[in-house]
């Protein structure tokens, strides 16, 4: 009997850990290098992202330590919202909210309407998927000037 639980036990420990994702080294940080929360601005707007404690790698690489950008833009912060928690285990969707940079792209540029806006960064693993402790920049609000 207490074998049979040990097995349990170690079933749903690697079951969890694979939905936890691929690990993140400690004091892994994603940033916006070139903006501020708060700042004001004309678009198209240049968006430079900052990793540091990580390296950049394309999308489909399989590689310890590395992921690529991801742009979350007017959306809740990672894992809030309506599909926040699948987030975690699928990976995030590709479309105007979030942008993927697969080809290990460092910067952007956005066409913004005027107005307010907010950013997240995320870095997610070769399947854009964030990692296990995720890493996630702070949300800015950026305002669009004409
Ligand atoms: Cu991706």
Redesign the pocket.
Known sequence: MKFIAICATLAALSTSAMAQGTPAPDGANVYFVNLEDGATVTSPVTVVFGLSGMGVAP?GTEKENTG?H?LLINRPPLGEGEFGAEEFAL??P?DDNHK???GGQTETTLDLPPGEHTLQLVL?DAG?VPHATPVVSDVITITVTE
Do not use: Q
Request: proline residues 0%; neutral net charge; aromatic residues 10%.
């Open positions: 999308a690529h991801h990976g995030l590709s993927h940079f697969g997610g854009h």
